[in-house]
């Protein structure tokens, strides 16, 4: 963003500043009730200001970009249910919480039994998020 001034004299200044957004997550599912492994964990989310208002829209994709081993410095493919999410895009959903997030039908399929998260990243947000899930 570049701002332009002019003082009363005619001379003129300029001065770009770089902005940063951020989002916070807020999940729309029980974090910490567990899925047996192989089945489908449906990841639901919504963008959130400090104060929870929701940030969620159409124009800001969310790209799920691997799964971590809560505890293990390995992390994994993500693999969506039945190309349910194509490209590792969750789905914007606009009737999730009656106004709107993003959707992601996870395979759960040779996971073993412990915690785990799915990060993502957010167009226009430098930071890799992540959300935390549980497998039994």
Known sequence: MTHTALDPSGN???????VTVTYAVCPLYDVAKPVK???TIPIKFQLCTAAGG???APTVVATA?????VGAAT???????GNANPD???RFDATLAGTGGYIFNLKTTGLVT???QILFTLTGDPTVHDLSF???
Do not use: C, K
């Not at 200044?13 to 770089?18: C, E, I, N, R, V």
């Open 75 to 81: 992390t994994g493919e993500v693999e969506d249910a």
């Open 134 to 136: 549980v497998v039994r």
């Open 114 to 116: 412990g915690s785990y």
């Open 88 to 90: 590792s895009n969750f």
């Open 12 to 18: 003129t200044a300029s001065d770009t500043q770089t």
């Open 65 to 69: 970009t691997g799964i971590r081993f």
């Open 37 to 39: 492994s192989g089945s």
């Open 54 to 56: 929701n940030l969620s």
